[in-house]
């Protein structure tokens, strides 16, 4: 039987070595340079605990370790990192070539670690740097809604529920309430930011090790916002954060597809409130006359595929015993594909936006006498009706409802949040402090990772 040769295995069925292995070759590229900076913090801690007869590696050892480990960065950077399936996964290719670098040295790298608080780290610093890009990419889509809304001003548009004719709205309204609804997903963010800024590291396999591991140093070198305090808990918060990204994820997908909804809505001929650029728009091989919105239906498939990317996290974790099981490798093609959908969904929707032009005389043509219908009745409370009465009598007479002017009728909607009573002001300084917020934590990732490489 031919059998093939790992670091943790000299015999394995080539078969079932590339099940096992998966896609974690591909996958595991990006988290390179993270592996890195967690080998690097761990390999310093090591350099410096304290109480042992001898150190399991000095502290000039552990400079040589983290310049080597600088050298595979600056390689994963080129495009030149790669692993091997024998390596199996992003952690044995890095100490592989390190105890190629540096021999004996290079094997004692993983003393009092396992590659289950190992690939957790990798995963946590990962998301947070995704994470964070993320939440820029939300701040230039709402950005971009906001500048498409406030260039539309107070164009009326006919405001509708159940798709029905409503009441009168604007441009503004539409685009800027879309705005606010994909600037309240960065709470969503933010907390699988929360659960992802905790350090796992030292808790090996998930029972600690007999060596006096300061798992506060890794922390603070790494800039984890706190340790996991349980080993055992740690292992079992592998997969946990995945699924709340993706939670995070498929929720703001979902505020996104109906977004593509409304556009591909009123960009129908039937509406033509909106137009698309022609180059946003494809066509049919059949059918000459055709320009369709096919970009816009993709995000609603994504935002699908989302929310199945976080049931299959869900579903791998719920029976899943305590302690690490392998299974959880396949969280991480999860929240990586995850991530992947929704950055590009956000920044092809952010284009999309920029691209879409108004029309105005299709915006107020839509006007029924209907959507004024509740202004009528209230201007009769202004004469002493009451609410009821006025509702009743306008109900009871609808033919003779007028048609009037929607510019009109807007002109006069100015309490807080509604046509007029829009703080273009609010929005600007929402999405000023979440950038600047995500800026100042890239900084910081950014600095400790520099620290920790050279
Ligand atoms: N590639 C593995 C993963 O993502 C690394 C951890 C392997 N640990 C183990 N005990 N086999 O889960």
Known sequence: MKTKKTITDSTVDPDILAYTVGDDPVLDLALAKWDCMGTAAHVTMLSEMKGLKRPVVTKQEAAKVR????RVVALAEKGKFTIREDDQDVHMAVERLLTEELGDLGKKIHTGRSRNDQVAVDVRLHMKDEILAAEDEVCALAAEL????????????????????AMPSTVEMWATGHAEMVLDQLANLEAAYKLADLNPLGSAAGYGVPL???RARTTKLLGFSRTIHNCFGASMARGECEAALLSALAQLMAVLSRLAEDMILFSMPEFAYFRLPREYCTGSSIMPQKFNPDVLELVRSKAAQVLGLQTAALSLLHAMPG??????????????KGLDITRTTLRILAKVVKGLKVDP?????????????TDVALRKV???????????DVRDHLGQLDSENPDAAVAIKK????????DHDLYRARIAAAYKSADARRRELDANCRRLLK
């Open 361 to 373: 005389a299709a915006c107020r043509a839509a006007f029924t006498p209907g959507v004024f219908a």
């Open 323 to 336: 302690g690490y099981n392998r299974d959880l490798q396949d969280c991480k093609g999860l929240y990586m």
């Open 415 to 422: 309490h807080e949040g509604t046509c007029l009573g829009l």
């Open 67 to 70: 310049k080597a480990l600088g």
């Open 212 to 214: 006096p591991l300061d």
């Open 382 to 392: 202004a004469k002493g009706t009451p609410w009821r009465d006025a509702y009743h």
């Open 146 to 165: 906001c500048y498409f809304g406030w260039c539309a001003g107070a164009i009326p548009l006919v405001g509708r529920t159940h798709l029905q004719p």
